[in-house]
Each structure stands twice: as C-alpha cells, then as structure tokens.
C-alpha cells in the first residue's frame, strides 16, 4: 500500500494557483492514480487548462486500463496516450 500526500501552493508571484492534483481515494481500487498538472504560469485560465488536463487523463487511462496488457512498457504507452 501506497500513502501519498499532496500540497500546492500558490507562490510569491501569483494570486491564482494554477496547479491541481489527483489521488485516488480508495487505496483498495483496482488502481491507483497519482496526476499531477502543473500550471501555466500565470496565462488566463491556467487553474482551468490544469484541471481539464487532470480530468482527461484520468478519465482516459481508468477506461482503457482494463484492456492494457500489465507489463511496463505498456502501461507506460497507455499513459504517454
């Protein structure tokens, strides 16, 4: 079991943090996710871009992971995709 923990912050130079995160929630889960979307450094809608990045990945890889054969190199293709 992993415990992973995550903390943004949102700097010195901006008013908005940009950046967002995902953990899965249940450590039980037939997988565990762990995303992160960096900001784009203070362009409009930063916060948004990072947070549709987040939400797309996740959405991508839980749909097509039970297809994926369970090896690295694909596993790290599903990702990259």
């Known amino acids: 079991m992993?415990?992973?923990y995550a903390k943004s912050d949102v700097g010195?130079?901006?008013d908005i943090n940009q950046d967002n995160f995902y953990i899965t929630e249940?450590?039980?889960s037939n997988i565990q996710?762990?995303?992160l979307a960096d900001g784009?450094?203070?362009c409009n809608?930063?916060?948004i871009a990072s947070k549709l990045a987040i939400t797309c990945s996740?959405?991508?890889i839980e749909n097509n992971i039970k297809d994926t054969p369970k090896d690295k190199e694909n596993l790290i293709?599903?990702?990259r995709k």
């Open 12 to 14: 010195k130079a901006r």
């Open 33 to 35: 996710l762990f995303i």
């Open 58 to 60: 996740r959405s991508y």
């Open 2 to 4: 992993i415990k992973a």
């Open 40 to 42: 784009m450094g203070g």
């Open 45 to 47: 809608a930063g916060e």
């Open 26 to 28: 249940d450590q039980f």
């Open 77 to 79: 293709q599903l990702i």
